[in-house]
Nanobody, 114 residues
């Protein structure tokens, strides 16, 4: 059974940085297109970033130029480097593959104070 475990969240001031990690077990990670999503209170879950098997990336307009998605296939781990954080980035962050989804992990909370 596939398991995803997100980590690396925390409380940071606006303008600061965080690096999120997502460990994936039980799947052919290196052959899987992976996404980061986030869910803020009162909002729907939204797409943040994607990385393909070949390493191509794309981003939501709201994070373009500030966030960087990457992967380490040897470690079955997905990353999200978040720089120049804003208060509107506050959310629980999740990783998953493109649909059909794995079972969702617990996510990691990111709180940006202004």
């Amino acid at each position: 059974q596939v398991q995803v475990v997100e980590s690396g969240g925390g409380l940071v001031q606006a303008g600061g940085s965080l690096r999120l990690s997502c460990a994936v077990s039980g799947s052919n990670f290196r052959f899987t297109i992976m996404d980061w999503y986030r869910h803020a209170p009162g909002s729907q879950r939204e797409f943040v970033a994607r990385i393909t098997v070949g390493g191509d990336t794309n981003y939501a307009d709201s994070v373009k130029g500030r966030f960087t998605i990457s992967r380490d296939n040897a470690k079955n781990t997905l990353y999200l480097q978040m720089d120049s954080l804003k208060s509107e980035d506050t959310a629980v962050y999740y990783c998953n593959k493109i649909p059909p989804f794995f079972a969702w992990g617990q996510g990691t909370q990111v709180t940006v104070s202004s």
